[in-house]
């Protein structure tokens, strides 16, 4: 019974599904081959790379030592040097230009005794110039004393100065090839007196052709750089892009460095002979290009692999499908809200624990449904409820409306007028259907319907004075935001004042702000309050606490009682505050706009809106 068991178990039927791990595990294996054999390519083109830019820079000295000993031979031509001294000292005309011939004939032997110089140029102190070039000989620049390698050439200490590759003759400007140009100091040998300089042009397609031993690929780029990252020398044929010499790796001298961590292969080595780097770079895509055959091979493995492990995955869920599909079955229909069957099955252990799990769970949900159903009914009676004991606002608008008429048919002026503005108040603060945004001259007539009670309430002790241009009449603000500042004021500043009081608001622009500034004459705010309130403005907090509030009860403006304190921190406004106020304005216009506190005791206190300036039509 037991061997049955274990048979039918899952555990025994996924020993089939291992068999695609090996599968798993054949393709991990030629990945890793794979790897290797391209870690392999890698480090024989590295050494390639290494060896080819070693003999590039070999050929480079080679090179620049011949130039090197080209202009020491000139350096150390006793002969041109004395006829160029005779030549500047002699006054005559007949003398100088044999001087100038044979000085020219010794430039001819040296520009002949190699096959790549163009032309040979010696400049004196006194500004005379001995040329031989192959072609527009005598054609010089006038300008060359301001030009960089002149005055690069006088600036050195003697040594050898290489200038690098340009696009034709630095000081002929009537050619137009690409030159390579080095030149040093003249020197008199008896005094080691400097008497001018020499400056050597030649052919750069022996440099060129030495650089081009270190590509490896056709994508392949040389660079020759200085020490401050200028390009020398390139193998770009084309104007490109350069890349960024500062990031890439220096070598000292005899040293190669070989860098495969990028997505390019960079060698680099230093010239003896001048302060010059020879880099070259090479994108991995060429590189791994020898490797592509044996990537199809894996590739095609891989096929076959996955097609024999969906084969077998096939058989596997064949074998295990047939017991589920019923259980998939019910399941459609609990889809469609039968919850009364259920799945009876004889298959592997793991399949019927989960069908009776399944069965437990439509029982259960049955079980939920019946209590939400309940549930539900319970909360529509309790909203149908809800809503018969709310109260229609327009009924109340009614009321104060027909108090008012009765008022005024009695000839009671004063307390009709308080109905009105009771009524009109009412009406304002309670339609909140647009109550993201008003204008200012709602909310000032707002402040006169508030005022209008406020001044039957204290009989006079209090008055408003409005200065608004009728420009910013129609400025939009969130609804209810100069009421809670009045209201304020008139409660803690204006009401323990013991002389008339007034209410000022007014309207000011400072650049592209629009400041409705509302202040009073009262008692002011205590310093240390006046602080906590404007470290809650600038936080931004919607929470106040009782000292930092300007709608707190206790009287802020000036000396109160330990009991009027306690009284008042019971009192705390929630709702529409300074901080609310501040908050709904920061939200609508962002955080450089809002409210601002100043205040002194005795004195009276202010209290800035600034919003953004409206603009014109609109």
Known sequence: MSVARGLHS??????????????????IVSFLYYKKTTDIIHSKISDLAEKNISQTVGLFDLLLQGYDSVTKSLNSNYEMLRLIEDREANKDPALSVINERTITNILGAIYYSRDDIVGIHVITNAGKNYNYERRFAGVIDANYSTSDWYQKLTDSSGEMVWLGLFQGSVINRLSDD???????????LTDHRMIGVMLIETNPQPILAALSNVTISPNSRVYIVDREDRMIASTEKEQVKLPSFSGLPRPQTDQIIVDDRTDQLIVAAKAKMSDWTVL????????????????????????????????????????????LKLLIREMKQVEMGNFKGSVTVKSFEEINSLVSSFNRMVNRMDELIERITLSSISEKNAELQALQSQVNPHFLYNTLDMIYWMLDERENDRLGRVILALSHMFRYSSDWEEASKTTLRQELDQMRHYMTIIESRLEGRVSTEIHVAPDWLDAGLPKMTIQPIIENAVKYGLEPFDQPGVIRVSTEVREQELRIIISDNGVGIEESVLLQMKETLRKGTATMDAHADYQQDTDGRCSSSSDSLSSASKKIRRGIGLTNVHRRIILMYGDIYGLSIQSKQGEGTTVTIAIPLPRKGG
């Open 178 to 188: 690409p030159l390579f140009v080095f030149g040093r100091k003249l020197y008199d």
């Open 280 to 323: 070259g770079l090479t994108p991995k895509g060429d590189i791994n290009a020898e490797i592509v055959k044996t990537r199809e091979y894996l590739y095609i493995v891989i096929v076959i692999l996955i097609i024999l492990s969906t084969a077998l995955a096939s058989l596997i869920s064949r074998n295990i499908a047939s017991p």
């Open 10 to 27: 899952i555990h025994n039927r996924l020993f089939l599904l291992f068999l695609t791990c090996m599968m798993v595990l054949l393709l």
